[in-house]
């Protein structure tokens, strides 16, 4: 009946007949808030660091550390919720990510050492790293496959997420950070406590601005699990359920039969959670009897693990890791330590201002937006996926090596604008092809696979860079630069074109 296609293909087939409607429209809101708060947060660290650094009096050598904390727990987090999502459903980590982030972000505000500071932005990292993993797979899976675009225009959230972060920098740090030397005085004398709170007050506005996201999670739309993870269940009922309802949200009278859907196994009994049951009951037209409760049954993370290294997928698996990792070390090593060097490089007589630093900053932040909605239409272009992602990543490699050969605040502020540009295109691309390109049942474990190894790149990157900045201040530019080029080798490498092709 089915013609030889795979239940994904099938699943495509029907989220087309049920089609792109409000409830997409508002998931894609809600799916954002996640990836506008893992950038928010990476972007925070980045901004206060310089502040951090200077209240508790740690060395260029050991404040990347900061940064790596938060890196790690993301590490963590993408690597737990991925495979979470495959084994146990996406809904979950949807709604605890962000709540766990909000909490220890309110909390890091408090902290009363460096080391305590530390701990709390690894809780948080834990939290908002299930975001990339989590939420863009389950944003896929609702959409019909003519709307799999969205996914890279979601991305545009990720780069509002650096905005929101400099601006609320810009606005707070200035006036509540210690005096700033002058070119005819020693450093000033700094009561912290009273004069160099702002850093605090950076961390508890994005907490509160987390857990507000997180409200507007629960409470604006009753999420289902997604038809394509119950389907990969054969929960045959509940996938029926999902389906007529999002139809019925849409303002579409769609009905679907079991004989649409693949054949359950007899040894695979359903049942219906109440969170999916209370979804059914919001248009109080359908009743459902209770079925038995049984955890969904799920295939182990080895055998998740030994399907993406089938000699099929092998090829993509390497170098999409490769991808991740490469590009987070490159763009970790650039963005971590900008504001420092733009406090430092590109000034030949007197150094900026902590307000110009942070005004320039949130040039470069917002020069990325435009990046997700340029990468969401060129990936439908002749150029595709992959023609995307090389040419951004190549292009930010040079843009970065300017940024590191010229000696002017001009030609730095611009070179560096080009770079967020270029790298949120370049990661809008990333995001968007990942989950594409795998299929249903390792699909959170592949990306939140992936995920975890950027962050890993994310957790190395800073330490390295304080490290190799005590030695040459550009160092860790030139080799930002090299990483730039191995990913857009890789990109050349991949053997698939997603591009109307896949899911």
């Known amino acids: 009946m089915h013609n030889g ?42 901004i206060i660091l310089p502040r951090v650094q200077e209240h508790f009096s740690i060395s260029d050598k050991w404040i990347g550390v900061l940064s790596s904390s938060l890196f790690t727990g993301m590490m963590g987090g993408a690597f737990f919720w991925g495979t979470y999502s495959d084994a146990r459903g996406r809904k ?11 909490f220890f972000g309110i909390l890091s505000s408090a902290s009363f050492s460096f080391w305590s500071l530390c701990l709390m932005l690894f809780f948080v990292g834990f939290g908002v790293g299930g975001n990339m993993p989590t939420d863009g797979a389950l944003y896929l899976e609702f959409l019909p496959k003519e709307q799999h675009y969205l ?20 606005i707070i740090l200035p006036s509540t950070s210690c005096p700033e030397p002058t070119a005819d005085t020693m450093i000033p004398d700094c009561d912290l406590a ?35 993870f119950l389907m990969s269940q054969y929960r045959t009922k509940e996938t029926i359920i999902v389906l007529e309802n999002i139809a019925r949200i849409n303002g579409e009278d769609v009905r679907i039969t079991a004989r649409d859907l693949p054949a359950r196994p007899v040894s695979q009994p359903q049942s219906i959670p109440e969170e999916e049951q209370a979804f059914l009951d919001e248009d109080g037209d359908d009743v459902i009897s209770a079925a038995e409760s049984l955890s969904p049954a799920s295939e182990s993370l080895s055998n998740n693990w030994r399907q993406l290294f089938v000699p099929k997928w092998r090829r993509t698996t390497l170098l999409v890791f490769g991808i991740w990792t490469l590009t987070s070390m490159a763009y970790t090593m650039f963005n971590v330590f900008l504001p420092k060097y733009l406090e430092t490089l590109g000034f030949e007589k007197t150094p900026s201002s902590r307000k110009s630093v942070y005004w320039d900053y949130m040039v470069y932040s917002i020069a990325g937006v435009p990046g997700s909605l340029v990468a969401s239409y060129m990936i439908e272009t002749r150029l595709g996926r992959k023609g995307t992602m090389a040419l951004s990543a190549f292009g930010s490699a040079f843009a970065l090596f300017i940024f590191s050969i010229i000696d002017s605040h001009l030609t730095m502020v611009l070179s560096s604008s080009t770079v967020s540009f270029l790298a949120t295109l370049l990661y809008a691309v990333i995001y968007g092809y990942t989950p594409e390109v795998f299929d249903t049942s390792v699909r959170g474990t592949a990306v939140g696979t ?40 890789c990109v050349v490498l991949l053997p698939f074109e997603t591009r109307a092709t896949r899911t």
Not at 92 to 102: E, H, K, N, R, V
Not at 156 to 170: E, K, L, Q
Not at 199 to 218: A, D, K, Y
């Open 5 to 46: 296609k795979s239940h994904e293909q099938i699943i495509d087939g029907l989220l087309t007949k049920v089609g792109y409607g409000r409830f997409q429209k508002k998931l894609l809101i809600l799916c954002g808030f996640g990836w506008l708060a893992d950038n928010m947060w990476l972007q925070a660290v980045a």
């Open 92 to 102: 979950t980590p949807y709604t605890m990510t962000l709540a766990i982030t909000s």
């Open 151 to 170: 996914l890279t225009f979601m991305s545009v959230f990720f780069s509002f997420g650096a905005v929101t972060a400099s601006i609320i920098g810009y």
């Open 194 to 228: 009273n004069q160099n709170y702002g850093w605090r007050l950076v961390l508890l506005t994005i907490g509160v601005l987390t857990l507000l996201m997180s409200f507007v999670r629960t409470f604006w739309l009753k999420l289902p699990e997604t038809p394509k």
């Open 450 to 489: 992936a995920s975890g190894l950027g962050r890993i790149a994310g957790i190395l990157s800073p330490l390295a860079s304080g490290w190799l900045y005590t030695f040459w201040v550009t160092l860790p530019l030139h080799i930002s630069v090299v990483g730039f080029g191995l990913v857009g080798l």
